[in-house]
């Protein structure tokens, strides 16, 4: 029993870091670092200006939401590609063929990306916090690490279900790029939720994010537990749906992929 729990956690901890260091082993620091915080930061700055030119006086409102979406566009974008990349490179074959478990193999890959966004998001804060002016002095760190992280969780669920559809389209990033484009619209980020049509409302609701961006937002303005407590729970229980969608979806690829004879289409 013991070996085979630590032959899993082996498996996770080795593709979380194979998937990450493909990814990221040619960027030099300065790359790394525009990636993660430059564009953001730019995004933010245009969102400000944007909203000072319709009429909305609260800045701070949308450098908040924009922080929040730093882990999950990290866990969106950095999980699809590292799983949708294995039919570009030619090593998806190699994925299916292996005899590893399929969970340590397909959610190992998020490992990395969860922990890079989170700490990138709280970065992010600190530097904000310089810039805009933003008063952290009432704020329960323990409750917005809480949340932070786990935004960075259950953005990892679609970035899940895209990069499995990935292993079966060539136009998998396009549509996540849209997707993620529609966020910034849907969850709260740039606006309150309450101010959407009330068909676009449910759809923010069935969608992980918009829960811990709320809870976050609470605790930056120095609620406790109790008051983001339903929110928490809410949100982890979307995002696992999103996660186990994404799983099952990859495994009905890889099983029809068995039956047609072929790994690039089903």
């Given at each position: 029993?013991?070996?085979?729990?630590?032959?899993?956690?082996?498996?996770?901890?080795?593709?979380?870091?194979?998937?990450y260091?493909g990814?990221?082993?040619?960027?030099?620091?300065?790359?790394?670092?525009?990636s993660?915080?430059?564009?953001?930061?730019?995004?933010m700055?245009?969102?400000i200006?944007?909203?000072?030119?319709?009429?909305f006086?609260?800045?701070l409102?949308?450098?908040?939401?924009?922080?929040l979406?730093?882990?999950?566009?990290?866990?969106?974008?950095?999980?699809?590609?590292?799983?949708?990349?294995?039919?570009?490179?030619g090593?998806?074959s190699?994925?299916?063929?292996?005899?590893?478990p399929?969970?340590p193999?397909?959610?190992?890959?998020?490992?990395?990306?969860?922990?890079?966004?989170?700490?990138?998001?709280?970065?992010?804060?600190?530097?904000?916090?310089?810039?805009?002016?933003?008063?952290l002095?009432?704020?329960?760190?323990?409750?917005?690490?809480?949340?932070?992280?786990?935004?960075a969780?259950?953005?990892s669920?679609?970035?899940?279900?895209?990069?499995?559809?990935?292993l079966?389209?060539?136009?998998?990033?396009?549509?996540?790029?849209?997707?993620?484009?529609?966020l910034?619209?849907?969850v709260?980020?740039?606006?309150p939720?309450d101010?959407?049509?009330?068909?676009?409302?449910?759809?923010?609701?069935?969608?992980?994010?918009?829960?811990?961006?709320?809870?976050?937002?609470?605790?930056?303005?120095?609620?406790?537990w109790?008051?983001?407590?339903?929110?928490?729970?809410?949100?982890?229980?979307?995002?696992?749906?999103?996660?186990?969608?994404g799983?099952?979806?990859?495994?009905?690829?890889?099983?029809?992929s068995?039956?047609?004879?072929?790994?690039?289409?089903?």
């Amino acid at each position: 029993m013991i070996r085979r729990l630590v032959r899993t956690v082996r498996l996770y901890l080795a593709q979380a870091w194979l998937s990450y260091h493909g990814r990221f082993s040619i960027t030099n620091p300065f790359g790394y670092i525009t990636s993660k915080l430059g564009f953001p930061f730019f995004l933010m700055i245009f969102f400000i200006f944007m909203g000072k030119f319709v009429g909305f006086s609260d800045p701070l409102y949308i450098v908040i939401g924009n922080l929040l979406l730093i882990p999950a566009n990290n866990g969106m974008a950095g999980i699809s590609l590292a799983i949708g990349e294995e039919r570009g490179w030619g090593t998806l074959s190699y994925v299916l063929g292996s005899p590893a478990p399929r969970a340590p193999v397909f959610i190992g890959r998020a490992i990395f990306y969860i922990l890079d966004g989170f700490v990138t998001a709280l970065l992010g804060f600190g530097i904000a916090a310089i810039i805009f002016r933003m008063n952290l002095g009432q704020v329960d760190f323990y409750l917005l690490t809480l949340c932070t992280f786990l935004l960075a969780i259950t953005a990892s669920g679609i970035g899940f279900l895209f990069g499995s559809i990935s292993l079966i389209t060539r136009d998998g990033w396009t549509i996540l790029n849209t997707f993620i484009q529609a966020l910034y619209i849907l969850v709260g980020v740039n606006f309150p939720v309450d101010a959407l049509p009330g068909a676009l409302q449910k759809v923010a609701y069935c969608l992980p994010l918009t829960r811990g961006v709320m809870a976050a937002r609470l605790v930056l303005d120095g609620a406790g537990w109790s008051a983001i407590a339903s929110l928490i729970g809410g949100e982890a229980l979307v995002g696992s749906l999103y996660i186990a969608a994404g799983y099952a979806f990859f495994l009905w690829i890889e099983k029809r992929s068995m039956q047609s004879g072929t790994l690039d289409a089903v």
